[in-house]
């Protein structure tokens, strides 16, 4: 095969791999059918990417790749900014990749990550070294910056917080639209959820401030 010929087939391969990872999952997924959806030989999977699992790492990457440059998690984010912007603007970038660009593929590729965080693959490892890890790693800077000198498990808790909050809001979509529609994440309510988890994190991060100040001050003399 030359070269463009090779990028051809790639390039097809991952595009129908998409889509029938997107329908099927990975489980019901096979190698046969993303072939026969790209129109191209059934050893291309191999020659290409080397195995099923690798091709889906490539799909999950690619998504995860295109969010980012579309939802940066430091949208107008300045050198001077505060760390409070900088926390409101991460939240709002990653309920944005959650919430998605209206694409149902998209949508359901976003659905087999989350299902990676829920049940982990074989491949899981491998998925958040590339893509969980550096997101969850801007988040925890931001909340350092907020709380120096603090234990690492407590930044580390009020970090998971801040992101279990976003994750709850996509994962029980569906929930919060039956139960409580006003308050369901939605393309115009992003502001509004947004202002809500850092308000409410900002409020447990000054309160562990708050703790920390009166545990280091000293006793009072006259007390």
């Keep these: 095969m030359n ?18 990872f997107a329908e099927y999952g990975f489980d019901e997924t096979t190698v046969r059918a993303i ?36 939802f940066p998690l430091n949208a107008d984010i300045g050198q001077n900014s505060s760390s409070e912007d900088k926390l409101r603007a991460y939240i709002r970038g990653f309920l944005n990749r959650l919430l998605g660009d209206g694409d149902p593929i998209n949508e359901k590729l976003g659905r087999l990550l ?3 965080l829920l049940n982990p693959s074989e491949c899981f490892d491998t998925i958040a070294q590339r893509c969980i890890h550096p997101t969850y790693d801007a988040l925890y800077s931001i909340v350092r910056e907020m709380l120096p000198d603090t234990d690492a498990a407590i930044v580390h808790r009020c970090a998971g917080s801040i992101a279990g909050q976003c994750l709850l809001f996509d994962y029980a979509r569906g929930v919060i639209q039956r139960l409580r529609p006003e308050l369901a994440l939605e393309a115009d309510s992003i502001g509004s959820v947004t202002d809500f988890i850092a308000e409410f994190s900002l409020g447990g991060i000054a309160r562990i401030l708050a703790e920390k100040r009166s545990s280091c001050s000293p006793p009072n003399p006259s007390a």
Excluded at 3 to 20: G, I, P, Q, Y
Excluded at 44 to 67: M, Q, T
């Design 3 to 20: 070269s463009v010929s090779d990028n051809c087939t790639k390039e097809r391969l991952l595009d129908a791999a998409k889509k029938v």
């Design 35 to 70: 072939c026969a959806r790209a129109g191209v030989n059934l050893a291309a999977v191999n020659y290409h990417f080397g195995s099923k699992d690798k091709l889906y790492l490539a799909v999950l990457e690619e998504f995860f790749r295109l969010a980012a440059d579309k």
């Design 114 to 116: 989350m299902a990676e």
